[in-house]
């Protein structure tokens, strides 16, 4: 399983293995690290309301 985090407002995904393009966060990047300022690309949500979730790795399907 792949660690996520999602936006409860509008569903985008933060994935460490692709960081986010629209706000210049490089691949890698894990989402505790991300700046306290950071806000989900799609409704600008902040941070705090992401939750974790856990995505099949696409290996294993």
Do not use: E, W
């Not at 692709?18 to 950071?38: E, H, K, Q, R, T």
């Amino acid at each position: 399983m792949s660690p996520c985090h999602q936006c409860p407002h509008c569903f985008t995904l933060y994935d460490d293995r692709y960081g986010d393009v629209l706000s210049d966060i490089p691949a890698g990047v894990s989402f505790d690290n991300l700046p306290d300022g950071y806000t989900c690309p799609t409704c600008d949500a902040p941070k705090t309301d992401f939750v974790a979730v856990a995505l099949p790795d696409p290996a294993v399907l």
